[in-house]
């Protein structure tokens, strides 16, 4: 809905400004520029369309991520409606600390564990049943802050984005350390992403027959971490070639941008850089989620934009008036 | 080229025949029912384009894959062309029989002696190298009963269904036991099918920056085999929604066309019967590749159409006159 908002707003090929969330400064520019060079046809950077994949991480870049990842609330909430089946966990952590509402103390547990509490909360069901559960979620969870819907939490200036780049015949994906159906549970009707252009960390799936009905059943086992050096693994295996435009938020996302930038020809990557306490939150080198140390560091040198979500964009949530 | 051929050959959505290589027979008639119902808005039988996915195999399916699959022949070249750095493969099976030609030894080795002989063919190279590799070796080798090149073996009557199911919306995937990097390399070419729509026997990757570039380097272990029950596997991880149209030829291919008619609503399953033996080969129960048993057992039952590939289709090859 909200991406048919943003195309609705802009008929992109015919409006002047095909980002009107974004301000008249220098990304902007940039952004544009790239955009025209490589899609026009008497430009020596012209770039076939089929070659025109651009691809996105999410956490930080297309919605929020703070307090913490929003899957991981997704996370807490499911391990809160298993518990009646799990009497064992009133005692065990991270679970415990879960049970009780203590988030700060349950992640203070060892990453192992944390791991293991996020399989268990992912695998042993089917994917239409883990779907289910994932889509009633983001129909109805609220975020502590904001008192939105997460899913309503998205970027205004990178829905407009995706549509422009879409618009002049890019294909985008989003490549996620998040988990691959999380995503792809509301990537459509939010991002305009359809569920085979989602990259993200998967699990190991087993095919079984159940009632004569072929089914996938997740199994708690990592097939791939779709974060670091992990992203232009996934890439690689799942788009079958090196993108040609990139964006993220945090050092999770500087191999997929190295990948996407060190290509031969027209190369575009972008670091969102949350600096707006005010309407958003403000965070970089020190957070604790999307920590963006070597990017702030090595990013302009490599030509890379750093987006300064404050002064480049007008509108951060679609809902909130700007 | 050749999928811009059977395109141009058939603007398929003014054309009275969308398959004009298939013969007036009930096989046709029935695709063409299926695809009418999906995509008439008044039909109750109706699919949103969005969902219109259809999965193919490729060996068998798509392209021919007599005496042995087409890939397999590119191994053994690959090891011959890799010989000078190995002097111990000539006394090392199946290594040694594949130097001196004799194909027939070489494949009768143990099953993980040719698992690691693929795997020596196929890594420990970045992508772009092995690419090169294939891509030559997909120019220029040729068939040794046919004297064509292996990617002109493919299917006219395949072609055209393929490029009719796109023209109706579908989108179109290839879903195959071989190796995906081998695929991509002409699928888009031949099938009209990009990289990011190709799955495929997928090898683990390592993420490396070679003099500044970011590279990926095929790693000699497995991380999908993408046949029999593992295609559904790669079809949930990778595509993300059970498709509502599956293709193929042999048992290999007996739970992709489960899976993908046990869904809801409309769906579609076919298997190439191979019976041609003048024009192509005649193999089923009994073939070292491609046996198909339960599928012509189960199949009719399950509402799956056999293509009776003697009687059904007017022409195989596109570059082989009727």
Redesign the interface.
């Known amino acids: 809905m909200k991406y048919l908002i943003a195309v609705l707003f802009c008929a992109v090929a015919l409006c002047a400004d095909p980002l009107p969330s974004w301000n008249k400064t220098d990304s902007k520019k940039q952004i544009i520029g790239f955009v025209e060079k490589v899609t026009d046809p008497k430009s020596p950077d012209f770039v076939p369309r ?1 070659e025109r ?1 651009a691809v996105f991480d999410n956490d930080g870049t297309l919605w929020s991520e703070r307090p913490v990842y929003f899957q991981l609330i997704f996370i807490f909430d499911q391990i809160k409606k298993m518990a009646p089946d799990h009497p064992e966990w009133q005692t065990q952590e991270p679970y415990a600390s879960v049970l009780k509402g203590d988030y700060k103390s349950a992640l203070s547990a060892k990453e192992e564990a944390l791991v293991e509490m996020a399989l268990v909360a992912h695998s042993n069901m089917t ?1 239409a049943e883990f779907k289910q559960a994932a889509r009633a979620w983001l129909d109805s969870a609220e975020h502590p802050k904001t008192g939105m819907l997460y899913k309503e939490m998205v970027f205004q200036p990178m829905l407009e984005l995706l549509a422009y780049l879409r618009a002049k015949g890019f ?1 985008t ?1 989003i490549v996620s350390g998040g988990g ?2 999380f995503i ?1 549970v509301f990537a ?1 009707e939010t991002y305009g992403i ?5 990259v993200g960390t ?1 699990l ?4 079984e ?1 159940r009632d ?3 089914v ?1 059943v997740k199994e708690p086992e990592i ?2 971490i779709d974060d670091k ?2 992203k ?2 996934g890439i ?6 090196r993108p040609i435009f990139a964006a993220g938020n945090s050092d999770g996302d500087f ?1 997929m941008l ?3 930038t ?2 031969e020809g027209p190369r575009f990557g972008m670091l969102v850089h949350h600096n707006d306490s005010q309407r958003e939150w403000a965070y970089d080198r020190e957070s604790h989620v999307g920590q963006l140390n070597r990017g702030l560091d090595e990013g302009p040198d490599r030509g890379w934009l750093i987006v300064d979500m404050k002064n480049d964009w007008a509108k951060i949530y679609p809902s909130v008036a700007d």
């Open positions: 089929d994949i994917g294909k994906f691959v159906d792809r459509e359809p569920p085979e252009q989602v998967t190991k799936a087993k095919y027959v004569g009905k072929g996938l097939a791939l050096a992990g232009p693994v690689y295996q799942f788009i079958g070639r191999e190295e990948y996407t060190t290509g």
